[in-house]
Structures are given as C-alpha cells and as structure tokens.
C-alpha cells in the first residue's frame, strides 16, 4: 500500500471535484478538482528541476493556496517539505538553508535577492518566487506542467516535513515528520472531534506550523471540507465569517480578541459546531467568558511541533477549563518525578509521550535526539503538569526555558546573547511576562556596563538593535534596565524570580 499522507488525504475527497476545497476572500473558490491538478503540476515541476524524493523543498511565503499547493505537491512528489516563517530575517533564514540544504528555496519577491545569495553559500541550486498573491516564477513554471502526476510511493517511515524548533541553546532544531507520524495524528484528530459531512472550517491560522499546516488542513481535507481560507487572524472577518463555518481552530489570542468585540456572541456562533484551541495555555477566565457570551465550550487540546497532538478535551463528554483533557488514542502520556517515576494524580511532574505521531528526530543531531528521549522510546516535552482524578490532564510551566507569545514559541537564549553581544551591556535575562492579547510577551531584563557606552544605552537602542536581527515576534515588548540579575548558589539567573517581580 502507498502511505504516501497525499494518498491518504486525497483517498477521502469528495466524489464530486467540483465541491469547494479553499474559500477565498473574494468569493472565489479552489475546489478539490483544481487541487489535485495544480499540486500535480507542481509536483511534475520539482521533478523537472531535477529533486529526488527525499529532497528538501524549503517555503518563506505568506498563506495563499498556492502555498498550500507548494506543500501538497512536495508530499506528492515524495520530498519532505520545510515551511518558514516570513518574519524570519538575514541570520535565521541562513541558518535553516545551510542546515536542511534544500534542493529549492521558495521566497517572497521582497527577499529575491538575500535569498539568492544564501542559497548560493548554502548550495541550494534553485529559488524561486511566489508572491503574496499566490504568483511568481514558481507558479509560471508550474503552469505548463501536465495536471496527472502518480503520488510517489511512501512508507510510513518515510520523511514528509521538518519543522524548525527553536532550542533552549539557541540553535534550532529540525523536527522530521514522517509520513506515518502526520497521518496517525490526523485520523486521530479527524474521529476524536468528530469531524461530519457538511462541516466548514474557519481557517486562520498561519500555514507555516504544525497548528494550521497539519492539525488545521489535514482535518478538513481528510473530511473533504471546504475551508475559509483566510490570509491570518482578523477580527472583522472572523465576525463575518463565522456565522457561516461549523468549526474554528486558534491559539488563545484569537478568543481574547473575539470577546474583546461587542459585536461578539450567540448570533455569531449561530451554526458552529466546535472551538478548538491550542499552542498556548488558555486561561480559565477566557474560557468561561467565551461559555457564557457565545454559549459554546471551548476544547482545549496539547501538542507540540515534535508529534503533533498528544492530548485532547473530549468532543463529545465534558470539556474542562485548564486542563487539555485526555491522551489521544493512540498516545501514551506519562507523568514523571525528578528520577523518573511516575507521579500519582494531582502531582506536578515532567510530561513524556510517546505514540505513532511522536517524530523521528531532530535533522542532523543524533546526539540531540537520543537525549530527549528515554530508554524506553518516552520524548521529554518539557512541559510541566498533572493528572486529575478523572485523569484530565492540566499544563502547569515548563521546564524548558521557553516563551510562547500568541502561539509563537520564542528561545530566551536566542535573544539573550545578540544582547549580551551589544556594546555596554554586561549580561541579560529574557522572560516571558503576562500580556493581555499575547499571553506571554518577551521582556528583556539588561544590566549594563558602568561605562559611557553602558550608560548611553536605552530600551529604545536595544529593541532597534534586535528588531534588525530577529524575527519581529521574538523582538522585546519591553526592556528593564536593571542593577543586576538575581542568581541562586549555582550563579544560574533565577528567572522565577524575576517573573515574579515583574509580572504585575
Ligand atoms: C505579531 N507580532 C507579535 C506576534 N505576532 N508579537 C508577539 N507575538 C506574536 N505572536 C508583532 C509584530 O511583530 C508587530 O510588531 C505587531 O505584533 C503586530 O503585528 P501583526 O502582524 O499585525 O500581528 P497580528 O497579525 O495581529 O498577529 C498576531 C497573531 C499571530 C494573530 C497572534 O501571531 C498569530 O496568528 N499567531 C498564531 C501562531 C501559531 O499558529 N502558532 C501555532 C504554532 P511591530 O509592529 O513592532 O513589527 S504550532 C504549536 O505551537 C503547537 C504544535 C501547537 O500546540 O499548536
Ligand atoms: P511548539 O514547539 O511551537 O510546537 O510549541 C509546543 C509547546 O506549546 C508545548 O511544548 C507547550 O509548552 C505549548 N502548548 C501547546 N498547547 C498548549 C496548551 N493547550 N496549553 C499549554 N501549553 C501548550
């Protein structure tokens, strides 16, 4: 049997090609017809260029469906797809080509020209572009391309994706997905929230991570869905556009800034089905504001980019706030003490998993890998929490040093040393602190230097430096001066201490 997730997905599209896929803006459709015949000649393409399976097929472009199509057609042609961030800059985007080595990099028109340049030291041997309207040399290349392509066959094991993981050394790690890792998760997911004929979704979410790439669209597409596809998270449209989708995925920011609208309520969620959120904790107060203005109980569910979805809130049975609800079918979670042993209900301990859909390993780092996982084939998430007595499960911290904000994970680390590396500064601490909209913004605690160019340095100075370097979600929304950092009898920083003191 071909496992290629292509097969699998498109083994469950409706019967008639004319039923509606991707729901545009304009009012205009994909419907699954055009779907299987422009990732076929996007697929016909790659190999044109000469990629073999196997090859890397590495994307820095916004959400359009062409993009989705990128994605499709690299499963199709047996190459593992590597999706970017657009906010990713100069050092980062450098970092992932010269690490993953594709054999063709997709990037926006804005950034042709840094990108040829990486691409050239990396020895990446084609670029090509798609812009934010879905067009480009990559689509121009693909449009005289055959629309049949016969899906290369893949075993389970075979890679399908890498997805960057930023690490708590600063240096970012390829998580492999294979092709048996996202299909176990999708079908789970699939049956778990009881996806039924008819059903919309309300897509959101960017499409360069595991939340709207895999949980998002592989759902809908192995339900043979229609999706509103929109280009990210806006709030005027989410207001116009829910009245007509049955279920909508988002990481917490999404529900804050929907009760945050008046407009808001039971009338806007006249025909959904399920609210499905994610990526970050969901505060209880959101959770019951959102229950008593719309009337509908949120599912909250954990996962993480190394294995998609471990833990869910039942669709059916009691959804409880703050907690992420029960493993999935087919994930095993544990919960350990500091030597390992399992804690009894109630306890805090480290959360390990281990399932079909827990990845391969980290691109190029074999050492990495076997040191997250244990003996016995558990990956430490590095995540912190508890069982209840019902056994819903509940995230309490991390002991990974991690900031997440609006659903976008941020190293500290990373952060860290561009700015011990600044002139005037003799050290920093990077934490996350309460945000209204964010949940977690990256602040910034700097001591510096008692010299003119310590003293010269400002907040305003640091932030413009980074926002040069980094991506702009990982940028400081604020930095403290500070005499100096509090550190325990192991001179490591008591960031703790520190969230505590800032917090309010
Ligand atoms: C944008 N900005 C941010 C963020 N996004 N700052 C902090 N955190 C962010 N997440 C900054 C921009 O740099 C800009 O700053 C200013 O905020 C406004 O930018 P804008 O683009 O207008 O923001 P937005 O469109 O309102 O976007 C915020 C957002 C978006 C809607 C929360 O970030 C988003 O859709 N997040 C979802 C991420 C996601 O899909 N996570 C799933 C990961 P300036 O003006 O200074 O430049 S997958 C995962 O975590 C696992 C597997 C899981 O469990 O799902
Ligand atoms: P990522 O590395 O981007 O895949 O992010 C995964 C991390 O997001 C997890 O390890 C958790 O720390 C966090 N996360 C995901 N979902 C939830 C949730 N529902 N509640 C709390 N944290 C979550």
């Known amino acids: 049997m071909n496992e290629n997730l292509y097969t699998q997905l498109s083994a469950r599209f409706p019967q008639d090609p004319a039923a509606p896929c991707l729901i545009l803006g304009g009012g205009s459709a994909w419907t699954y017809g055009d779907i299987g015949r422009a990732s ?24 359009t469906p062409e993009a989705l199509i990128l994605y499709l057609a690299a ?10 961030n657009p906010a990713y800059q100069r050092n980062e985007l450098d970092y992932f080509l010269k690490d993953a080595r594709p054999g063709l990099f997709v990037c926006r028109p804005p950034m042709r020209v840094l990108a040829e340049e990486l691409a050239q030291q990396a020895g990446v041997p084609h670029v090509l572009e798609l ?30 994706a890498i997805l960057y993981t930023s690490g708590t050394t600063g240096r970012s790690k390829g998580a492999m997905l294979s092709h048996g890792n996202l299909a176990h998760n999708a079908r789970t997911l699939h049956r778990y929230w009881q996806f039924q004929p008819g059903d919309v979704l309300l897509h ?4 360069f991570h595991v939340h709207g790439l895999f949980v ?11 999706m509103f596809f929109e280009p990210k998270f806006d709030l005027a449209r989410a207001l116009q556009l829910l009245p007509q989708a049955t279920v909508f995925m988002g990481v917490p920011t999404y529900y804050v800034r929907l009760l945050q609208d008046p407009a808001f309520g039971r009338e806007t969620c006249r025909s959904m089905r399920l609210f499905i959120s994610g990526s970050a904790p969901l505060l209880k107060e959101t959770f019951e504001d959102f229950q008593a203005r719309s009337g509908h109980t949120i599912l909250e569910r954990y996962g993480m980019t190394e294995g998609g979805m471990f833990t869910s809130n039942p669709c059916a049975g009691e959804r409880r706030g703050g907690t992420v609800g029960f493993p999935l079918p087919g994930t095993e979670i544990r919960i350990v003490d500091a030597d390992g042993e399992p804690v009894p209900p109630g306890t805090v ?15 190029g780092m074999p050492e990495k890998t076997k040191e997250e996982f ?13 069982r209840d007595a019902d056994g819903y499960i509940s995230i309490s911290g991390r002991s990974k040093d991690l900031v997440i904000s609006g659903g976008l994970n941020v190293y500290p680390k990373e952060i860290e040393e561009l700015i011990d590396a600044m002139p005037g500064v003799v050290e920093s601490a990077v934490i996350g602190l309460p945000h209204p909209d964010f949940g977690e913004a990256v602040s910034a605690m700097v001591v510096r230097q008692k010299n003119p160019a310590g003293a010269a340095l400002t907040e305003a100075q640091i932030i413009a430096a980074i926002k040069d370097k980094l991506a702009n979600f990982k940028v400081p929304k604020r930095v403290y001066l500070v005499d100096d950092l509090p550190r325990n009898a192991m001179g490591k920083v008591q960031k703790n201490l520190l969230r505590q003191a800032y917090s309010s």
């Not at 499963?75 to 970017?84: E, Q």
């Not at 959101?204 to 499409?207: A, E, G, K, Q, R």
């Not at 998002?216 to 869905?225: D, I, P, Y």
């Open 204 to 207: 959101m979410l960017p499409i």
């Open 349 to 363: 301990g480290r959360i390990q998993v281990r399932g079909e859909n827990v990845f391969v390993g980290y691109w």
């Open 75 to 84: 499963l199709r042609a047996g190459m593992v797809f590597l999706p970017l």
């Open 131 to 160: 812009d934010d309207a879905g067009r480009g040399s990559l689509i121009a290349m693909a449009a005289p391309q055959p629309d049949a392509f016969a899906t290369v066959p893949r075993t389970d094991a075979d890679l399908a």
């Open 40 to 63: 076929g000649r996007m697929a016909n393409l790659l190999v044109a260029l000469g990629l073999k399976p196997g090859d890397r097929v590495a994307a820095q472009v916004e959400k």
């Open 216 to 226: 998002a669209c592989h759902c809908a597409l192995l339900n043979g869905s229609a």
């Open 374 to 386: 244990t003996a016995d084939g558990f990956f430490e998430t590095g995540d912190l929490g508890s």
